[in-house]
């Protein structure tokens, strides 16, 4: 039977994002809707799956590997893309390359080192995002402003990466419309390095309290678990 509320809840999901761009000026289908199943069944992703959605992020290596496997052998739809949410340790890089199409928290050389070296490996040519740091109060994770140039150029030495973006985690608002002056610097810091000549169109930004703000700010990504899943237990 089909899990009406989720369908309730990945409808307005998709209005919100719609309304969002529009205010915006925006296309919504220059939106990607990661839907995060972290802490999610995978028999509650099997919904997701047949209500439609087919991009999904995961946080953490080892879990996502059990769900991914047991799903791809349930399943076989190639149109369905797992991405790397969360912090990469290089101990898991081998790894994240075999699960993942897209990671979207590279935030050091030596990092970007140990997935070029596995990709290549596998015949791979990984696509990653480059996870910004842009606040003390939020994350451990992300690189420094003052260190993506230098990151950046690194990156484009190695073979088996494609660097698509940015990505940032702004601190926990009640009031998202305070998360709005990172979302724009993020989008400040990707136009700047576009003019000195790498090509970031992708920036993942926005979850569940604050994607609205992120897309009037420029986010072609946004990561949404609880609107979709409901509040995670654990
Ligand atoms: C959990 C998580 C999300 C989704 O958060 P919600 O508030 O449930 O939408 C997005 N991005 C990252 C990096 C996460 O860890």
Redesign the pocket.
Known sequence: MANKQLLENISSVYKRISHAAMRAGRNPEDIKLIT?T?TVSIELIREAIDAGLRVF?E?RVQEAKDKITELRSQITDSNIEWHL??HLQKNKAKMAVELFDLI??VDSIELAEAINKHAEKMNKIQKIIIQVKLSFETTKYGILKDNLISLLLHVSSMKNLSVKGLMT?PPFFDDPEMARPYFRELRTLRDETSAKGFKLPELSMG???D?EIAIEEGATMV?????IFGE?RN
């Open positions: 995060v972290k992020g946080s949410i969360g979207h928290s985690i979850m569940t309290n994607f990561r949404i678990g609880t609107a995670r």
